[in-house]
């Protein structure tokens, strides 16, 4: 059974730094893209930032330039480090995947919860 699994999220002040983890376990095929999305209190989900097996970015226009999403081919594991972390930023954070051979499902994290307050 595939899973992903997610860890590092937390509290943090205004201004901090957090980094996201999140491991693909159960797999005998390649997950690509891998990335992460964000569904704050009351909103939608939202994709946060991607990348792919080559290396291919993705970034959310509110995160470029404070976020950077890093991955490991060979494990199938992504990371995601958040510096300059800002109150809208609070919400559960998931890891996602998508399998390259069909039937190509996407497969997601339970989550973790990031909050940025003082």
């Known amino acids: 059974q595939v899973q992903l699994v997610e860890s590092g999220g937390g509290l943090v002040q205004p201004g901090g730094s957090l980094r996201l983890s999140c491991a693909a376990s159960?797999?005998?095929?390649?997950?690509?893209?891998m990335g992460w999305y964000r569904q704050a209190l009351g909103k939608t989900r939202e994709a946060v930032a991607t990348?792919?097996?080559?290396?291919?970015?993705y970034y959310a226009d509110s995160v470029k330039g404070r976020f950077t999403v890093s991955r490991d081919n060979a494990e199938n594991t992504v990371y995601l480090q958040m510096n300059t972390l800002k109150p809208e930023d609070t919400a559960v954070y998931y890891c996602?995947?998508?399998?390259?051979?069909?039937?190509?499902?996407?497969?997601w994290g339970p989550g973790t919860q990031v909050t940025v307050s003082s």
């Open positions: 996602n995947g998508r399998r390259t051979s069909y039937p190509y499902t996407d497969y």
């Open positions: 990348i792919t097996r080559s290396g291919n970015f």
């Open positions: 159960g797999t005998a095929f390649n997950m690509d893209p």
